[in-house]
């Protein structure tokens, strides 16, 4: 473990970005609006050009956001070298292919070239940090930072360390993406796939299932996301909105409800037995999550949420007025 | 199959409701906002008193969308029996109970009540028609119409028959629930769950794994889906979206990349080979979902699209201006 602390989290200035693909772009450009000194790095030949108009082509949405005071795209330096790119970082942010390898040789090198305590975070979408850290010399600032695409947009970074990361430097990363304007969950335990990618994975598989087998078309796989259960989640989380299936009686009617469902043949993914353990985890839960908030708050505050992002995209129903 | 033909779905002014809970009070509010004469029957003591409190809640939400031209609350009638309740109907929805035999029952009781000709809809979450019609004399116009919740905003519409189901009853009630201001995906055959539940489900299910084993409690799960995920899938389906993950060589790419970490195990659901023929139905499904729009188009009214979500639900980045 390194014994240098690292800066401030509300004191970083430089943030390099090893990486420069989709998501490593879309990184640089995050960490450009919101006023840092970005470094760059990516072995591809054509690596900067492809940056550059990646940051060229999120900057508008940027920029309609609101850019941090002092954000400009000039403060993009593309390194020539890992090492270059990495001796002054203050914050290391790494989307490397999904190569367990490469990634395990990477960390080992960007933790060899970036000053002691300085904390080197992957943006792997699902690999465990236990296994990525292995060939590193100093494995306790090494954790996973995962975004959802495009980083520069979507909120949520999962943050979680592996077995040989220091608890300390998990905090510490977990601030400085609260900082840097991001939403943080910040894991207790390692979990192939961390939280989001596992719900979102489970969805995609059964989807990758049901074109497998003609059951539908990738268009009414996404038409009835968009038109049905995704207006919801785009402010209401799936426990909270099912909950409301429930009426006043909220999520613990709803389980007694639609309970035997949960063994018809809906999905591929068999269910959990709906034990007293499980009913009563849901409904303590979703109290938690409503944070005081009743039955009848919540479905107002749905139905505006709806409505609020129904008119935001242009959609709403037809014959209404707007 | 009746001889009777049913009216002009685009003419259809009054509509029989049958069952007054969440979902049956749901379309109640619907039908009622988008002008039309709405009959309800539920055999609970306390069901009108419920229903027009549901309907009471609804309203502000609906007259902010904007009424249809003569929408009023006073044209909702409850009826004491469900013979009253059919007796003139143009159209019955059925949003009874999720039990199979009671479902067999009452649709059988709906067909002998209703005029002939006339389509009756069922809610059901999950049931195939083939195995709810096995009672009705007059199978041919009982289909499933099944929505989601709450009914009055989510426009989404699963339209199916089963085995017995005709044709013809089929195309009606497509298009009168498009007349009536829904977003309908029409299924040429049954399949478990219809489409969407059986994305949500597959979510769902891993959900309810996750927090019987402890790996995440039900506000993380919520709070990684709407600060992740949700925030696309309100308006652009997992498919698009994961084909922007492939960057400039859209969905092909992103297979290509991703596709060992579909063997990983980052959901309980068993993934299906990616073989080329699965793979070139995704690229090709994509590319008509894309309807002529670039990777480039695409980046862009996802991104647009974002802004437009957060900042109709009042999450603008921290730190970025109004």
């Keep these: 473990m390194s014994t240098t602390p690292p800066p401030d989290p509300a004191r970083v200035t430089r943030v ?8 490593g772009g879309g990184w640089v450009a995050h960490f450009l609006a919101r006023g840092y000194d970005v470094t760059a790095w990516d072995p591809a030949p054509d690596a900067a050009g492809k940056l550059r108009r990646l940051v060229d082509a999120a900057w508008p949405a ?39 390898e490469l990634k395990r040789e ?24 236990t296994d990525m850290q292995t060939e590193a010399a100093d494995p306790s600032r090494l954790l996973v930072g995962h975004p959802f695409n495009p980083p520069y947009l979507i909120p949520l970074v999962e943050v979680v360390g592996g077995e040989r990361t220091d608890r300390s430097a998990v905090e510490w990363a977990s601030r400085f993406y609260e900082v840097a304007g991001k939403s943080v969950i910040t894991m207790e335990r390692e979990l192939p796939g961390f939280i989001a990618n596992r719900l ?10 049901m074109v497998a087998n003609g059951e539908a078309t990738v268009k009414e796989i996404d038409d009835s996301i968009t038109e049905g259960p995704g207006l919801r989640w785009a402010f ?35 269910a959990p037995e709906l034990d007293t353990a499980l009913r009563d985890a849901m409904v303590a839960g979703c109290e938690e999550a409503a944070a005081g908030r009743s039955i009848a708050d919540l479905v107002a505050e749905r139905d505006q949420g709806v409505i609020d992002v129904l008119r935001a995209t242009g959609r709403l129903p037809k014959g209404a007025a707007e």
Tied chains: 1, 2.
């Design 16 to 23: 390099t970005c090893v990486g420069a693909g989709v998501i």
């Design 62 to 100: 940027l920029t309609q956001l609101g850019l941090a005071p002092g954000a400009s795209r000039d403060r993009l330096t593309v390194a020539e070298t890992l090492e270059e790119a990495c001796a002054d970082a203050q914050f290391v942010q790494e989307s490397a292919p999904e190569k367990l």
């Design 236 to 270: 209401m989380g799936p426990c909270l909105t099912f909950a409301l299936a429930g009426g006043e009686g909220g999520m613990g009617h709803m389980l007694d409800h639609f309970g035997p469902s949960l063994k018809s043949p809906w999905t591929r993914l068999e």
């Design 106 to 129: 990477l960390l080992a090198q960007l933790d060899a070239a970036t000053p002691a305590g300085v904390v080197i975070a992957s943006s792997t979408s699902g690999y465990p940090m």
């Design 200 to 209: 979102q994975e489970a969805l995609w598989r059964e989807a990758l299932h």
